[in-house]
């Protein structure tokens, strides 16, 4: 047995107390390191970390505010003692519109159910009048107490589109104005066939190749998705080929026959240039057209064979 002896009552011996670990000072002295090396002070870094969390949680109720319709709600409130005030739309006024109909724009603006000026969408008010196709451009704005201000940028009529047995009313691009009747169509060209509004830019390049002959030109049909016919106020139908290249070039031609020889009018039917190769005129037959007029358009012929051989 042991001679060692346990004295009772005596506490067992102290452990020597633990050095403090020195990480964290070091942690903490290397992050004022840090904020001391920054160009602002300690004071203003903490008022800026106080207001990004203030903004923070801010935008966090902003949001859940949306999200629960509170926003909105906030909104037709205001939008509702608004107009409670007075300030309701009761006037529209249209600047800017000489062909369009003002009726039109008028029920266009006032569409909305409410008519407090707070609530009226100024954005959408834009959007339903740039549906409807005499409008180029336009801006709404609000004058209080009680007005809708509509500035329109009207589209100008160019030509007269003719295709499933109707009659509209288009622009330079081929946007659609309103339909017409025969009765009420203005004295524009008229381009037939389908697509052919869209084409009507490529057109007036075209015509923009003969100048004189622009002014003579009744109508024009696209032709197979692919090339046009002129008709001219004298009742002739140029065939024009193929390709903007080729069918400038074939107008061109025509123009200088046209003046050196005075080929419209004439009782000519169909010049066809179809065939760059080849100028082919189709003649009316006898009794058709009175003698006179068939003689004068077998000259016409004979003319621009031999302005073709001369020039050959």
Do not use: C
């Amino acid at each position: 047995m042991s001679n060692t002896r346990i004295k009772r009552g005596s506490s067992p011996p102290r452990r020597p107390a633990r050095t403090p670990k020195k990480r964290r000072k070091v942690q903490t002295s290397r992050l004022n390191a840090i904020i001391n090396a920054l160009p602002i002070s300690p004071q203003r870094l903490q008022k800026v970390a106080n207001w990004t969390i203030g903004l923070g949680l801010f935008a966090v109720a902003g949001l859940a505010a949306h999200a629960t319709g509170v926003t909105a709600k906030i909104h037709e409130e205001y939008a509702q003692a608004v107009g409670r005030a007075g300030f309701q739309v009761k006037k529209v006024e249209v600047v800017g519109a000489d062909r369009i109909d003002r009726l039109k724009v008028y029920d266009i603006a006032l569409a909305q159910k409410d008519r407090s000026m707070a609530a009226v969408d100024l954005d959408g008010v834009r959007g339903d009048l740039m549906r409807y196709g005499w409008i180029k451009d336009a801006r709404v704005s609000r004058r209080l107490p009680d007005t809708l201000v509509v500035d329109i940028v009207e589209r100008t009529p160019a030509a007269i589109w003719q295709h499933n047995n109707r009659l509209s009313l288009i622009d330079e691009k081929g946007v659609v104005l309103e339909p017409v009747t025969v009765a009420t169509m203005p004295d524009l060209p008229l381009v037939i066939g389908p697509k052919a509004n869209q084409r009507s830019q490529d057109l007036d390049r075209l015509l923009a190749e003969a100048s004189s002959l622009k002014e003579l030109l009744a109508g024009a049909t696209w032709v197979g998705n692919r090339r046009w016919d002129l008709r001219f106020r004298s009742g002739e139908t140029l065939s024009l080929p193929e390709g903007e290249v080729a069918a400038k070039a074939a107008l061109a031609k025509f123009a200088h026959l046209d003046g050196a020889n005075r080929l419209l009018g004439r009782g000519i039917l169909r010049f066809d240039m179809r065939d760059p190769a080849r100028f082919v005129l189709r003649l009316p037959h006898e009794g058709q057209v009175a003698p006179a007029k068939l003689d004068d358009a077998r000259a016409a012929v004979d003319a621009v064979a031999t302005t073709a051989s001369n020039e050959g």
